[in-house]
């Protein structure tokens, strides 16, 4: 399966010099991590984390990115922005993003094209609200906003390509999916993938389980033969708990 990566998302926390302490805390402690390691950091905290982070083991990624390279788009990053920055990551298609800002799976393709064509990696987020899940259509969302994101996108391209599958209704609840719920939507995820382009490319991706992955779960959820990481919230905001989440990948 995929390599595994373990990527924390920040959302809207800690300003630059709180960001500096807490990188600096995380350094030590995953020095010798045998998975890749990345912070998804504010815009803002963007070039502390980079330079907290240069010389180590630790990827910078960006929570988003606008399609367009340049513009009359008031407040918005461009993938080119990130990447003259030296950001190697960018965080697409997040449930808050879809939830409060609009976000469509058509402007996650967007987003995901430009920030390929910039050079960055992209971690591409989708999921299930309850709802969905209830009524039986997690795999039919699931497939539909891997599809979608992933129009126009060559299987060359596949390889700066991580998915992370995060169920809605456990994001930031606390209420974490099972280890059979979230290996099955990977493996779901993993076959979509396997038809848009062919069993390497499938093989080869990462695909991440997010939501309420903390210290206490993360060592069996990471054990499922499909689950190649994870793309953690609340717990990557303690250094300690991060550490735990990425010595349990492997
Ligand atoms: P959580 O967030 O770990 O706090 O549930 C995960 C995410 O939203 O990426």
């Not at 596949?158 to 994001?171: D, G, K, L, N």
């Amino acid at each position: 399966m995929g390599k595994y990566v373990i990527a924390g998302n920040w959302k809207m926390n800690k300003t630059p010099a709180e960001a500096k302490v807490l990188i600096d805390e995380i350094k030590p402690l995953v020095a010798d991590a045998t998975c890749d390691v990345i912070v998804g950091v504010p815009f803002v905290d963007l070039h502390v984390a980079l330079e907290a982070t240069a010389g180590t083991n630790i990827g910078v990624a960006a929570q988003n990115c606008h399609w367009a390279e340049s513009g009359a788009f008031t407040a918005e990053i461009s993938a080119g922005m990130l990447k003259e920055m030296g950001v190697g990551y960018v965080i697409i298609g997040h449930s808050e993003r879809r939830q409060y800002f609009g976000e469509t799976d058509q402007t996650v393709n967007k987003r995901v094209r430009a920030a390929l064509d910039a050079g960055l990696t992209v971690i591409l987020c989708v999921g299930e609200y309850l709802e969905q899940r209830e009524q039986g259509v997690t795999a039919e969302v699931c497939a539909m906003q891997t599809k979608i994101a992933l129009c126009g996108v060559s299987a060359e391209e596949m390889s700066r390509i991580i998915v992370a599958y995060e169920p809605v209704w456990a994001i930031g609840t606390g209420r974490t999916a099972t280890a059979e719920q979230a290996n099955e939507v990977c493996a779901q995820i993993r076959d979509v993938v396997k038809g848009l382009y062919n069993a390497d490319v499938a093989a080869a991706l990462t695909v991440q389980y997010g939501g309420s992955m903390n210290a206490g779960n993360a060592a069996e959820l990471l054990a499922q033969s499909d689950v190649d990481g994870g793309l953690i919230g609340g717990a990557s905001l303690k250094a300690a708990d991060f550490a735990v989440i990425v010595k349990a990948a492997k």
